[in-house]
């Protein structure tokens, strides 16, 4: 009876058991969906270590942009090869990507391939202002008028290629100063002392001065200089010969 028992719940679990081997077996096979899935990712992966992506990010930069997947191959292939038509350094190409993976939407490339394509070839803007612009531009949502605006601008207050670079590269940010707080900001350097032919040393020394605003941060900076115990003429010495000063954070009261 013991034996037969014994038989009994031996067959009992069989099926059981191997049910439980089928399921875990299935489990570990693709289904259609997936196989599209992870053939797409596979290829995603091919696509970009083309371009220069390290293998050993490949894998966290897709993890954290699933989106990618969803795009069209076609597509994002096209988007590198715009940016890399941009003359961007390979090294500078894969940190854009990797940090502003949003530069790869074919629509936003298209609307500004030309700018900077132009304003690259005639030396007006570097590689590295153009990455800057890119991903300033790909994170808020802005067009290549207000690109072609802010090079007017500059170019008008006499300022010349290197200057204008090395704004973009640095505070891109300038791209939404518009031409009256730009003029402002010169009338309140030159108001503390700094000659105007200084003025386009000082922007290309210090370009985020441009993000600084006069009343709210400079002009209370200033008061607080003069309660310290410094002259003006101190204040201006030191702002000449170095702009940062400028960017000083006021001291909490």
């Not at 941009?86 to 990797?98: E, G, T, Y």
């Not at 601008?153 to 300038?174: A, M």
Request: glycine fraction near 6%.
């Amino acid at each position: 009876m013991a034996s037969k028992l014994k038989t009994f719940i031996n067959l009992r679990d069989y099926p059981i058991t191997l049910f439980n081997q089928i399921r875990s077996l299935s489990s570990r096979i693709l289904t259609p969906i997936n196989q599209s899935h992870y053939r797409k990712r596979i290829l995603l992966a091919n696509l970009l270590q083309r371009y220069g992506f390290p293998p050993s990010s490949l894998q966290h930069f897709l993890s954290r942009n699933n989106h990618l997947l969803n795009s069209d191959l076609v597509e994002t292939e096209i988007s590198l090869g715009i940016l890399l038509s941009l003359k961007i350094p390979q090294k500078s190409l894969v940190s854009l990507i990797f940090d502003c993976p949003n530069v790869l939407r074919s629509e936003f490339l298209r609307k500004w391939r030309v700018p900077l394509s132009d304003c690259g070839k005639h030396g007006v803007v570097s590689s590295s202002a153009i990455k800057s612009v890119l991903e300033h531009s790909s994170r808020i949502g802005i067009g290549p008028d207000k690109f072609y605006e802010c090079i007017r601008v500059l170019k008008g207050l006499g300022f010349c290629d290197s200057t204008v670079s090395r704004i973009l590269s640095s505070f891109p940010g300038v791209l939404l100063v518009n031409e009256i707080e730009i003029r402002r900001k010169i009338e309140f350097l030159v108001g503390i002392g700094i000659a105007r032919d200084n003025i386009e040393r000082f922007f290309h020394v210090f370009p985020e001065v441009l993000g600084i605003g006069t009343e709210t941060r400079l002009k209370p900076l200033l008061d607080e200089f003069m309660k310290m115990g410094f002259s003006k003429d101190d204040v201006k010495k030191e702002i000449a010969r170095e702009p940062r000063v400028l960017g000083l954070e006021l001291a909490q009261s």
